[in-house]
């Protein structure tokens, strides 16, 4: 099946910093996502984005699809980005079943 | 408000026991899956169902089972077949169709044998 390498895995930050987290995936895809999980597990959806440059305030999202690799960028980090960030993707062809990457535990300190 | 809910958030089980997680959505999508996720790692896919009356195996369903009645529920039973059954269980939706591949996750169970 379809792999996906998440970097780094930790990352540790003083608040107002900026980041960038990687993802690489090994096939052709028609799905990728972009997850922050909080304290209590819930999975919040950052960014739909198999292709192209997407922002929304501080995070903005880049796959080359072609490449087989996306970036999330965060500016200007605040505590509460604290969490795990995931990528998932699905496979072309696929019924869109994500497969998850084991995500970049992030760390924000005041 | 419209969503995915389930239930029960947690849920404590004796060895030997079957027990079933409860997922229902309201955003009349029509495909369904269920993952699973245990400390430290990535979530990995249970089952997954795109239509009523019918689903697929993900990578790890041995000892579990789903069914798929009504377009709004999937529920989730963990067998005693299942080896190795704590972990945090994710339901998720999306809709069908062309454009149209988001995930929506529920916020979970959290199962724990005892």
């Known amino acids: 099946g379809i792999q996906v390498e998440q970097s780094p895995p930790d990352l540790i930050l003083q608040e107002g910093a900026n980041s960038t987290l990687r993802c690489n995936f090994s096939d052709s895809v028609n799905n990728l996502q972009w997850f922050h999980q909080n304290p209590w597990g819930q999975l919040i959806n950052l960014f739909y984005i198999p292709s192209g440059t997407k922002q929304n305030g501080r995070l903005s999202a880049t796959t080359v699809a072609t490449e087989r690799y996306s970036l999330l960028y965060i500016s200007s980090s605040q505590t509460t980005d604290s969490g795990v960030y995931f990528c998932?993707?699905?496979?072309?062809?696929?019924?869109?079943?994500?497969?998850f990457g084991s995500g970049t535990q992030l760390t924000v300190l005041p | 408000d419209g969503g995915i809910t389930q239930s029960p958030k947690y849920l404590f089980r004796k060895e030997g026991q079957n027990v079933t997680l409860s997922c229902e959505q309201n955003?009349?999508?029509?495909?369904m899956y269920w993952y699973r996720q245990d400390p430290g790692q990535g979530l990995r896919l249970i089952y997954y169902s795109q239509i009523v009356n019918d689903f697929q195996k993900g990578d790890i369903a041995e000892g579990y089972s789903v069914s798929r009645e009504k377009k709004e529920s999937f529920p989730l039973t963990v067998t005693s077949a299942q080896k190795n059954p704590t972990a945090f269980y994710l339901c998720?939706?999306?809709?069908?169709?062309?454009?149209?591949?988001?995930?929506?996750f529920g916020e979970g169970s959290r199962l724990t044998v005892l």
């Open positions: 998932a993707v699905a496979p072309s062809g696929s019924a869109r079943q994500l497969t």
């Open positions: 998720a939706s999306r809709p069908t169709g062309e454009g149209t591949g988001e995930l929506f």
């Open positions: 955003l009349n999508h029509d495909a």
